[in-house]
């Protein structure tokens, strides 16, 4: 981009099958710090928005970052699936009954 902008995604993927690791809100927060610092990116003036897919971390990162989220991603996709799929309620309605 021309104007000094740069946008970047992060992915950050858990092993749901490893019960060792600690997958709550204040590992998930701390391991986001750990990579903002490795890029060296300032959360509060460079981090625009997240998302992330686990409701409870998205509540408890946005109250202790100040940063805007965009919602869950599972449910955004539950919601377009739920349209999507209006149309066909009486046939889905017969498979699952």
Partial sequence: MGNGNHFATIGI??????KKTDKGSDSITELLDFVLDV???DAVAQ???YVF???PINIAIGKK???PRIGCA???MKLAMQVLM???LDLLENVQG
């Fill in 53 to 55: 897919d686990h409701a």
């Fill in 65 to 67: 970052t100040c940063v």
């Fill in 86 to 88: 209006e149309e066909h």
């Fill in 74 to 76: 599972s449910y955004r």
């Fill in 47 to 49: 981090l625009y928005f």
């Fill in 13 to 18: 993927a858990a092993n749901a099958s490893d």
């Fill in 39 to 41: 890029y060296g990116i």
